[in-house]
């Protein structure tokens, strides 16, 4: 925020999560199962959003009633990473993915290059899959000097991603052109994930042309999200993911509730609507994806 020190991801968190005391927190109903496995390609859960106490173990439990077998955990700071690491050894269907936030970046100053190296020293870890969520938020970090230690962490965990062979998975928020500018200046590793796509079709075009997966959120079922299904509709199906950013972005009919990755098959029958693909065919795609994106199956 400007003239202020931008808040931490935890902090955010605690932010959310108070606001969260004032709105329906009534665990959304299981939907009807996918006809084939999938993956959600980032979730969060460490993270009870003040919700409905849903537990990890509980979480992995429904997520697999109703199709969604397998979960890619993503760290936004070293405990959160550290966190990742540990449910990925804990349960087979769960890979891990480690980074400091853009946010947490931005805040940390003479802290960064020690934070960087613990998540660097996570990334060689068998059970992590994923450098991320590294990238640019342009949005809570409006300070010049905040943006540049965020693009002087996104290189570094760019370096980490190549160094290690892990996939880098990038948070992007107001910052389209600044992301692409990094990448280019640092040069890709060889497979990236756009979390939580935002953009239009022409910046999806941008990210493709890179080589990148795109993912797609509860956001792209929201009724005001038509650039967003514009993006979606001119994504190959070989290049799209899902994923929930649970506990957040829960998708339609439940926005503004409690997020899980048992809500994933929303957001897989909004997809396979917008592709006019039989959701069988989507689903199987989606997986095949995930593991092209990560490195390999997992569970």
């Known amino acids: 925020m400007s003239g202020t020190e931008p808040l931490s991801v935890r902090e955010q968190r605690a932010e959310i999560t108070e606001q969260g005391q004032r709105r329906n927190l009534e665990r959304p109903q299981l939907p009807e199962p996918l006809p084939a496995p999938v993956v959600d390609t980032h979730c969060h859960l460490d993270v009870a959003d003040g919700s409905s106490n849903l537990a990890p173990a509980e979480a992995i439990q429904l997520a697999a009633s109703v199709g969604v077998h397998r979960i890619v955990q993503v760290g936004c700071d070293l405990d959160g990473s550290r966190w990742a690491v540990a449910a990925a050894k804990r349960w087979d269907s769960v890979v891990a993915s480690v980074a400091i936030h853009p946010n947490d970046a931005a805040r940390l100053g003479p802290g960064l290059p020690r934070a960087l190296a613990g998540i660097e020293e996570l990334a060689q870890h068998r059970e992590v899959r994923g450098v991320g969520e590294t990238g640019l938020d342009f949005f809570r970090t409006t300070d010049v000097a905040g943006q540049q230690r965020q693009r002087e962490s996104f290189a570094a965990h760019i370096a980490m991603a190549k160094r290690y062979g892990k996939t880098l998975v990038i948070h992007d928020r107001d910052a389209h ?35 990148a997966h795109l993912s797609f959120a509860g956001p792209v079922t929201f009724k005001n999200a038509d650039d967003l299904r514009a993006a979606l509709e001119i994504t190959p199906l070989d290049r799209v993911l899902t994923e929930t950013d649970a506990p957040y972005l829960t998708p339609a009919p439940y926005r503004g509730r409690p997020n899980a990755s048992y809500l994933v ?35």
């Open 177 to 211: 052109d600044a992301v692409l500018d990094v990448l280019d200046a640092e040069g890709p590793p060889d497979r990236i994930v756009m979390h939580c796509f935002s953009g239009d079709a022409d910046f999806a075009r941008k990210c493709l042309d890179r080589g």
């Open 265 to 299: 098959p929303h957001t897989v029958r909004r997809i396979a609507a917008v592709l006019e693909e039989d959701l069988e065919v989507v689903c199987r795609a989606l997986s095949d994806n995930a593991d092209a994106a990560f490195g390999g199956s997992w569970g």
